[in-house]
């Protein structure tokens, strides 16, 4: 969070980021003491500055990485470079909107511009194999006679056979 937020958050800020607002500012000091001496003995040149928090020195992540290659139409090298959700098993509050807008924004990047390749190895990523509206994308994208229509009308039946069941009987 402190890699993404350059400017700095306050105790406040950070502390309702990892933990949600109910959360007294002494457990976000203390975990960002422990922290800073673990940045320190590690000697990576990363260090914690404080009032308001921010990291200092250079730290290269998975979000930063995307987010440029999207940035630059570098579609496929964007995807690769995807790993999955971001942190997946955190229930930070600021973590989870991060994980969302990270997938969003990688979404809609690929379904406004990428070519049908790319879209069909977004498409086949466990988080997206259920997104109806990117297997539709795919299939519009893909020229009359690919072999992989078969596959991709296939799979959009197989969602849409799943929402017709999981919708409420009308008898």
């Known amino acids: 969070l402190l890699a993404l937020h350059t400017h700095g958050l306050s105790a406040t800020a950070l502390s309702e980021l990892v933990y949600g607002p109910d959360r007294p500012n002494t457990t976000i000091r203390a975990e960002v003491s422990r ?86 190895d977004y498409a086949n990523l466990g988080e997206v194999r259920l997104d109806l509206e990117v297997w539709v994308a795919c299939l519009r994208l893909l020229p009359a006679k690919s072999p992989r229509r078969i596959e991709v009308m296939l799979h959009i039946e197989a969602l849409e056979s799943q929402c017709n069941d999981m919708q409420p009987s009308t008898n």
């Open 35 to 120: 922290l800073k001496t673990v940045l320190n003995r590690a000697g990576c040149g990363l260090r914690i500055d404080s009032r308001p928090y921010r990291l200092s020195g250079q730290l290269d992540t998975d979000i930063a990485r995307v987010r440029s290659f999207l940035g630059r139409g570098a579609h496929r090298v964007a995807l690769a470079k995807y790993v999955g959700p971001v942190l997946p098993e955190s229930l930070a509050p600021g973590i989870e909107t991060l994980r969302r807008d990270t997938h969003q924004h990688l979404r809609e990047a690929l379904m406004q511009d990428a070519s049908v390749d790319v879209l069909l």
